[in-house]
């Protein structure tokens, strides 16, 4: 019964990771396709999603590193990487921009990995593109945090004692972290405006309700992302911004630049301008921080202001954020397979070339 | 200069109490009523509202236990007590149902005390209802936990991988606080569904957009309040719930008897019926639940469902939660002096009668 292929699903090792390569709903769908599911028992307790809803949607639970093809979320350690058999796949974010080194060690392995960040961004690999799926739900967050910290309401309230405003909320950096965080403040009753340097995405910007800041710098780059500023760019850009800051109530961050250090966009003295109570929720801190008094990973009050720094947002709502992620990997397999449910990989495919970090000898 | 009545706002001492009884801005509008305002330093930091934009809006630092009338949030505990002048007057929270010695105790100190909670719900005193007030901010937190602690999103999202159906939210109890539950779930983006014993408030249940769960149980009261249930209705209703909270992602409970223990609506069984990953947010923690698994003050995860209990949430928005209650404490303070500031209590009037709750002998 078994000849097809088998798709093995670790439970997540690093720590607060609370997602799952695949969801039920998704594994049904994949044995439709053909394919075998293992389970590593508790692999999706961290995201509530208990062992027998994976057997009741047809997966076996077992070792899942003995499949053919494994299946994770967060990059593999060290042991992980040692427990792949030789001439496997590997799909997951594998950092590659960011650690080199994990793909040296995948194909001393004798593996074929395939990162999740590679994935070119281009129509047809839309459903496959887990940046933004998980960038939707950390820009979810990221409002909800932001109305979490403020000592404010986000809608306007209306009293028999009078009348609170609406929140202003600034979204510096408008990818598809930035549009959803800006719609989700926009939806919880807040007055919304975006910042990007990319004048292109003003339009999206005001399609989620949003008004648009511009400061007359510009820098479109390549891939969608933005290009490194000028020194002098840069410095006119944080003066006019630690003005335009002062009359927000919160501000969400989440511009980067891949492969570098995130650019500052909230000086230490933007954050003194602004109102006592008043927020700042830093999605760059990964990379450094937007913000110069982020201190990634942790949430720091100064001058009366909240500056958070959420790391991997996404696992704060592992369910959804597990299911979105597990559609886009199981776009991928259904490119990696024929349709008996055997693997199949074209590397002249525009995508599974794109998308393949590191092949079998 | 200081002929005029002198308004104490002491720093609150009660563990978690972020609020304070007033504001900058309400102490402007105090001044303007030829009011002298003293705050305690520090009085405002838990709100982060610092002590400069105090005096900036004209008070002064210093005691606030020798002023003619003394404005809190939380009752006062012993030493707070003892700190009261004889012959001054406290105005706050005082708990007269369920701390009927707190007003012996301030009798034999001499104080004239006035209860928020036992203003009454007339016209007249609609903006000095700080019960009323505080509940909107508790109602908008609590729906705010229940999208923080799902591990699902609350709005539909529609990506390139498919779409996740937005979430559904079931508010038991819709007064004040379970209408702004409702009001803010559903802004969100959440599919929302009130349901009381009280079948006048379904008109107010449907004009926040949600629909009106009825189970055909009925249980009017006085004062705005439900009657208690009789034993039999109560299995009823229990074993109907039960039945209907399968079906939802959140469940929102705000059903509370004055003076009684919380009704329980949401029994053990029905929370093993939810779906993994689901939510209970049960603001009746205070007078013991209104889910069998509450544990008040803490989160619980019981069969994959989180069931959280939040003590005190107007506490965690402390700006706006004190801007509403500080209007509602000026609304009263007007009643209760003259044109020229000096106090001038009409003890005939039913507000004032109602509210006081001790009187100097």
């Known amino acids: 019964?078994?000849?097809?292929?088998?798709?093995?699903?670790?439970?997540?090792?690093?720590?607060?990771?609370?997602?799952?390569?695949?969801?039920?709903?998704?594994?049904?769908?994949?044995?439709?396709?053909?394919?075998?599911?293992?389970?590593?028992?508790?692999?999706?307790?961290?995201?509530?999603?208990?062992?027998?809803?994976?057997?009741?949607?047809?997966?076996?639970?077992?070792?899942?590193?003995?499949?053919?093809?494994?299946?994770?979320?967060?990059?593999?350690?060290?042991?992980?990487?040692?427990?792949?058999?030789?001439?496997?796949?590997?799909?997951?974010?594998?950092?590659?921009l960011t650690d080199p080194g994990k793909a040296k060690a995948l194909?001393?392995?004798?593996?074929?990995?395939?990162?999740?960040?590679?994935?070119?961004?281009?129509s047809r690999a839309q459903s496959m593109d887990a940046l933004s799926?998980?960038?939707?739900?950390?820009?979810?967050?990221?409002?909800?945090?932001?109305?979490?910290h403020l000592t404010r309401f986000f809608p306007m309230l209306t009293?028999?004692?009078?009348t609170v405003p609406p929140a202003k909320v600034l979204v510096l950096g408008v990818g598809v972290a930035g549009l959803q965080a800006l719609a989700t403040a926009r939806r919880l009753?807040?007055?919304?405006?975006?910042?990007?340097?990319?004048?292109?995405?003003?339009?999206q910007v005001r399609s989620v309700g949003a008004q648009w800041l511009d400061l007359g710098i510009e820098a479109a780059g390549s891939g969608g992302y933005a290009r490194a500023l000028t020194d002098a760019e840069r410095e006119e850009q944080q003066r006019q911004l630690g003005k335009a800051i002062t009359g927000f109530d919160a501000?969400?961050?989440?511009?980067?630049?891949?492969?570098?250090?995130?650019?500052t966009l909230v000086t230490a003295e933007a954050v003194e301008g602004m109102r006592a109570g008043s927020v700042v929720v830093d999605l760059a801190g990964e990379s450094g921080g937007n913000c110069e008094l982020t201190e990634p990973g942790e949430?720091?009050?100064?001058?009366?202001?909240?500056?958070?720094?959420?790391?991997?947002?996404?696992?704060?709502m592992p369910e959804h954020a597990s299911e979105l992620y597990a559609r886009n990997v199981?776009?991928?397999?259904?490119l990696l397979v024929d349709a008996d449910g055997a693997l199949s990989v074209d590397f002249t495919d525009e995508v599974v070339a794109g998308a393949c970090v590191t092949k079998e000898a």
């Open 1 to 96: 019964m078994t000849a097809n292929t088998v798709v093995g699903v670790p439970k997540e090792s690093a720590a607060g990771e609370r997602r799952v390569a695949l969801v039920p709903k998704v594994v049904e769908r994949l044995r439709a396709r053909n394919l075998s599911v293992v389970v590593e028992p508790g692999a999706g307790l961290a995201a509530l999603i208990p062992d027998d809803a994976y057997v009741h949607s047809g997966a076996t639970l077992g070792d899942p590193w003995a499949a053919d093809v494994v299946v994770k979320v967060a990059p593999p350690n060290e042991t992980e990487v040692g427990a792949l058999r030789a001439g496997s796949v590997l799909i997951g974010f594998l950092a590659p």
């Open 107 to 122: 194909r001393e392995r004798g593996v074929t990995a395939f990162a999740m960040e590679s994935i070119p961004r281009i």
């Open 133 to 148: 799926s998980q960038a939707n739900v950390a820009g979810y967050r990221a409002a909800m945090l932001a109305a979490e």
């Open 159 to 162: 009293t028999a004692a009078g």
């Open 189 to 203: 009753g807040a007055h919304t405006t975006g910042y990007d340097v990319r004048p292109e995405v003003a339009d």
């Open 251 to 263: 501000v969400i961050t989440t511009a980067q630049v891949p492969g570098r250090t995130a650019p």
């Open 299 to 316: 949430i720091v009050v100064a001058h009366s202001v909240t500056v958070a720094s959420p790391l991997n947002l996404p696992a704060t």
């Open 330 to 334: 199981q776009a991928l397999l259904e």
